[in-house]
Structure formats: structure tokens, C-alpha cells
């Protein structure tokens, strides 16, 4: 079975870290894979399209697996005639698509041979909002490769942002939008900080375009209540589970998202997890075995629980240990790859 990877938007790092995973951890006689990436891609682009057909006419391409709508939208244009089956990953709910690129996203639902989804909370969502066959659509769980990110650079966080050993160090990962909620953070730490704990939370995270107005709504909570001496915006961080690894509790609240993958690279790396009970979160926590878990949008009960785990650092570093010990297995990108096996071999036989 030949299988492309189609993606033109590798902004989305989290995607392209796990094409390359999913490449060098592909052990089987059975499968050949490729991969396309065209940042520039555009739909009218004829001398492209024909480029890639050809391609998946000489190379007798069964499958293109896409991980992004407009992605899977190309890959149904360019296999229009072409007994290629096309595969969407899906990492979100799309919500807030409007005009032109929501007709694309419902063109996409209703034609791809399957759509992954990240939860089995997402998945029910979609199957009941869109009608969809659940036969021909799955659950898989993100996964990582543990030799790439323990072989990445380390560099020390307090040394890098100043910040004192007498002083915890929580901190908070992901860009500035609604569904990634970092003002509960913030009232979180305005409110942690009148219980006389020296701590600093850094904030690992960019603004988005598109969410400018809600990144405007955070500084000006964090300038109206002199949150500086508490909070200190690192922008982008490129290894995430190194930042993680070095916080003593990683806090996070999460809106509406059909997978936190945050969430999971801080369990993973082994620094105590306080989040939001959420229900997707509640799926890939275990319903709380792998985090502490706080009732969404009670800042009382997110800023106890964050205290509690301040005040016995180390019981909770070794719960903390054993959690990474077992998320280590769930996440490998060895049980995601042999999913992905599976759930080949099904589409292709539809």
C-alpha cells in the first residue's frame, strides 16, 4: 500500500513534528510512504495539479492522508477521477469557519473515505452534528517520538528569564485563543498570589491574527491588576516538553478544544498537570488518573488545587514521575503508527 502526506501549512510544527515521526518510525514491507508539502499550493494552480497527479498515477498511490481541511480539500480535487482514497486528520471543531471556508470543511465531511479524529468526545460530536457513517471514521490518539524530544537541546529556563531558586515555577503553554483560555490563567495567578507564594508563571504562547482582540483582552488584564512580578510572556517555545519539564506544576484551562495536545506533552514530560475538567480533557487525562483536575471557570477551586500541589512538591513529584512512566506508552508514536496500520487497511478496502 502506497500512502502520500499532503500538507502545505507547515506553520502547524506540531503536524509536521509528527509526519516526521510517524516516516522514521514506519517499519513494514507492506506500506511505501511519501510525502508532498507545497507551501505556496493554490487550487487554480494548474501546472501543480498536474505535477501531483502525475505523481499519484506513476507512483500508484492508494491513499493521501492530509491533516488540514483545506489539505483534504486539494487532495479531493487532485484525486477527482483517481481511484485514491483521501484520509483528513481532524485537530479541531471548526467552530468558527464562515463563508467559503465553511463549505469547503462540509464538502470535505461529507467526501473523504475517513476522517481521524483525536477523541472519542470529538468524534461523537461529529458523527451526531454531520450525519456521518461511523464505520468509516476513527479515534486516534496523538503520538511522539520519545527518542526526539529526550535527544533536543535543554536550556535552563531560569537561567534564561532570571528567575530565583526560592522561587516556583509554574508556567502555561499554547497561542492566545478563546479555546486555549490563558485569562483563567491569569485570575488563576492574580488570585495565587495573595496566599504570599513566591512564584513565577511563564507564559509559552503567540497571538494569532485572527484572535488579536482576545491577546488584547489577557495584557490588559495582566496590566490593569500588576500581574509583571508574577508573569513573565516567553512568546514561542520551540521544545515544549523541555519548558514543561523544568516547571514544578504546568496549569491550563481549555474551552471547546477537540484535543489539548499541551495537556499531553506536560504529562508526558513529568511536571504535575493542573487542568480543567473538561470533557475531552477528562478523556485523555483518564478522568483525572494522569492530572489535577479543577471545575471549569472556578478560579477558587483551579487556584486551591494549584496551591495544594505547591505546598507537597515532592509526594507529587513522584505521582508526577510515574504518570510520564505510563503517558510514555499511551502517547509513543510506535502505538499511534500501528493504528495508523489499521486504519489504512480498513479504507483501502471500502
Not at 493521501?64 to 483521501?86: E, M, Q, R, S
Amino acid at each position: 500500500m502506497r500512502i502520500v502526506y499532503l500538507h502545505t501549512k507547515p506553520s502547524f510544527s506540531e503536524i509536521d513534528d509528527l509526519i516526521l515521526d510517524i516516516r522514521s518510525n514506519f517499519k513494514s514491507d507492506d506500506f511505501q510512504l511519501y510525502e508532498i508539502q507545497y507551501v505556496d499550493f493554490k487550487w487554480h494552480k494548474l501546472s501543480i495539479i498536474k505535477k501531483i497527479r502525475h505523481f499519484l498515477i506513476n507512483n500508484k498511490i492508494d491513499i493521501i492522508h492530509t491533516y488540514y481541511f483545506i489539505d483534504a480539500f486539494y487532495a479531493l480535487l487532485l484525486t477527482k477521477y483517481l481511484n485514491v482514497k483521501v484520509i483528513y486528520s481532524c485537530y479541531s471543531y471548526h467552530d468558527k469557519l464562515r463563508g467559503l471556508s465553511k463549505m469547503m470543511m462540509k464538502y470535505v465531511l461529507n467526501n473523504v473515505s475517513s476522517i481521524i479524529f483525536q477523541t472519542d468526545v470529538q468524534r461523537n460530536k461529529f458523527l451526531s452534528k454531520f450525519n456521518l457513517n461511523p464505520q468509516n471514521h476513527f479515534k486516534l490518539l496523538h503520538g511522539f517520538s520519545m527518542e526526539r524530544l529526550d535527544s533536543r537541546e535543554s536550556k535552563s529556563l531560569r537561567d534564561e528569564y532570571f528567575i530565583d531558586d526560592f522561587r516556583y515555577l509554574i508556567g502555561t503553554y499554547g497561542d492566545f485563543t478563546p479555546e486555549r483560555d490563558m485569562l483563567s490563567v491569569y485570575k488563576m495567578v492574580k488570585r495565587l498570589r495573595k496566599s504570599g507564594r513566591n512564584f513565577t508563571c511563564l507564559v509559552a504562547g503567540e497571538m494569532i491574527d485572527e484572535f488579536d482582540f482576545y491577546f488584547d483582552e489577557c495584557k490588559y488584564y495582566y496590566l490593569l491588576h500588576g500581574l509583571d512580578n508574577y508573569i513573565t510572556y516567553v512568546g514561542h517555545h520551540d521544545n515544549a516538553v523541555d519548558f514543561m519539564r523544568q516547571l514544578d506544576a504546568f496549569v491550563y484551562h481549555s474551552n471547546n478544544e477537540a484535543v489539548a495536545l499541551p495537556v499531553i506533552q506536560a504529562m508526558i514530560s513529568g511536571v504535575n498537570v493542573i487542568v480543567n475538567d473538561d470533557e475531552m480533557i477528562k478523556e485523555i487525562t483518564s478522568n483525572g488518573k494522569y492530572a489535577t483536575l479543577y471545575k471549569s471557570n472556578d478560579i477558587v477551586d483551579f487556584t486551591n488545587n494549584t496551591r495544594q500541589i505547591l505546598s507537597d512538591l515532592e509526594d507529587y513529584q513522584l505521582i508526577a514521575e510515574t504518570v510520564s512512566e505510563e503517558c510514555r506508552k499511551i502517547f509513543s508514536i510506535k502505538k499511534h503508527i500501528q493504528g495508523l496500520k489499521e486504519i489504512y487497511k480498513k479504507v483501502n478496502n471500502f
